[in-house]
């Protein structure tokens, strides 16, 4: 048998983080397998598609490195085409497939054609919660003959198409991360299959589109596990091979609750825009959900291929913990090419106005040797840009009392007078030579260590502490230096 799983979201926003787990989740499992990882957009629901979400879903994929073998994809930029034999992979696409087998559970008797008005709907809700009873349809057009209601619907009346239930009786089936589920069918609804646009929902058009296209694992979000009996009961209906199921857990805020944008970031777009690396929001990830056998925390996607397993994966959630993300994420970031970074830099410091696109070219360089010096301080990409608008900034302040009490020392204006006179006198301004005044000073003012350097940083920065000082000379430059050395000078 051939593996064959699916990622199926629906196009109505951006991509959530746990939406990219499940994806994630998906793959790994059919290129361990040897298989095939399929991408599915679910739009049946017309009134919540939005126009860029299927583009920016497939983007966010690439950008996270998960790539599908059939389904919707981008051709030359912005066009979407589908690939692979079993498509359409778009719902809306396949109205007269979900139509033809909608016909035959009719003409089996395990649907029935539904009349019920809206207002009906909403006060049967009200009386049943009045009662404190679960909401549910209560079978009211269940017995309506077949040709009666054939008859009713060509007259032009509103109508939708119902599952119907067997009274009162156990579905059980195997969850590979939760073994036996057990539900009765008198907990569950007559759920709608076709509704009133014409369109399936979910739950009819799953079934249908994973048997046709032959998927053999369903690795979904627990929210789906109470649905799940209703999926059983359509393929025994049609007589199909139900697939394997695998529920995951869901990602949790600190507070234990399922992960809520109201609590901060959680689209990977949100991510990206920060300037995350992919591989580390990828690896982070896995883990919220997923044990590995040995105790280590950095996988590539390699390795996560190699050493993932199903029966790894938990049944209870992760929570999704920023600090721990941010720590991953500087890691990768330590180990990442400085090329690599400073195209990420010069992005966002275009996103936020600090550059002009015409200035991209001269400064590149220059961005390039702030990101090597202070990469290993940066949590995401985006914190670069406090960095370089205060390489940028010929004004420094001095508002640390640590920094203030190092200026007041006697020696300090001599020295921080005698540093800017020898920089400018240098004819190469590198670290060599940089490190060469500073030597000088030592010998001939007879001053060291702390007394010598604290002040000649505080005189450049500002600060006490930083990265290191000759490197950041240097970048800085010496008409910054010197104006930023004659403010300090000018006010001891």
Request: proline share 3%.
């Amino acid at each position: 048998m051939t593996v064959r799983v699916r990622f199926a979201p629906s196009p109505t926003g951006s991509v959530h983080i746990g939406s990219l787990r499940t994806a994630l989740y998906n793959y790994l499992y059919a290129r361990q397998q040897g298989g095939k990882y399929i991408i599915r957009v679910e739009d049946t629901d017309q009134t919540r598609l939005i126009e860029t979400a299927v583009e920016g879903m497939i983007r966010s994929m690439e950008w996270a490195g998960i790539e599908h073998d059939e389904g919707p994809y981008i051709l030359n930029h912005r066009e979407i085409s589908q690939k692979g034999d079993y498509g359409p992979y778009i719902q809306s696409e396949r109205l007269d497939i979900y139509k033809k087998y909608a016909e035959e559970l009719l003409e089996k008797g395990h649907a029935y054609y539904c009349f019920c008005s809206r207002e009906r709907l909403e006060t049967l809700r009200e009386e049943q919660k009045a009662r404190g009873l679960t909401t549910r349809y209560d079978g009211h057009c269940r017995s309506i003959p077949l040709e009666e209601a054939r008859k009713r619907v060509e007259n032009g009346e509103d109508h939708v198409l119902r599952l119907k239930l067997p009274l009162n009786r156990d579905i059980s089936f195997e969850d590979v991360v939760r073994g036996k589920v057990t539900f009765n069918t008198s907990d569950l609804d007559d759920q709608v299959l076709i509704k009133n646009d014409g369109f399936p929902t979910y739950h009819f058009a799953v079934v249908v589109d994973d048997h046709l296209m032959a998927i053999t694992h369903i690795i979904r979000g627990e929210e789906w596990l109470s649905s799940t009996p209703k999926h059983v009961l359509l393929y025994e209906a049609f007589g199909w091979e139900a697939p394997e199921y695998v529920h995951l857990p869901n990602i949790l805020n600190a507070d234990k609750k399922k992960l809520s944008k109201r609590q901060g970031d959680v689209s990977v777009e949100d991510f990206k825009r920060k300037g995350y690396l992919p591989e580390a929001l990828i690896n982070y990830i896995a883990l919220l959900g997923w044990a590995p056998e040995e105790e280590r925390e950095i996988f590539s996607l390699e390795e996560l291929i190699e050493a993932f397993s199903l029966e790894r994966v938990s049944k209870s959630g992760g929570v999704f913990d920023i600090h721990k993300l941010n720590w991953m994420n500087n890691l990768y970031i330590r180990q990442a090419d400085d090329e690599r970074l400073s195209a990420l830099a010069m992005r966002h410091l275009l996103i936020e106005g600090i550059l002009k696109d015409e200035e991209i070219f001269a400064y590149t360089p220059w961005v390039k040797r702030i990101v090597a010096l202070e990469k290993e301080k940066l949590e995401y990409m985006q914190q670069i840009t406090g960095y370089v608008k205060a390489f940028m900034s010929e004004e420094i302040q001095v508002s640390e009392p640590e920094a203030q009490e190092v200026l007041k020392a006697p020696h300090v204006k001599a020295l921080l007078v005698a540093f800017e006179a020898r920089l400018r006198a240098l004819e190469s301004f590198d670290g060599g030579s940089i490190k060469g005044v500073i030597k000088s000073l030592q010998k001939d003012l007879g001053v060291k260590g702390k007394d010598l350097f604290m002040p000649l940083r505080v005189g450049v920065t500002g600060n006490v502490h930083g990265s290191d000082l000759v490197e950041t000379i240097g970048i800085l430059g010496i008409d910054r230096v010197s104006k930023r050395l004659d403010t300090i000078i000018n006010t001891l």
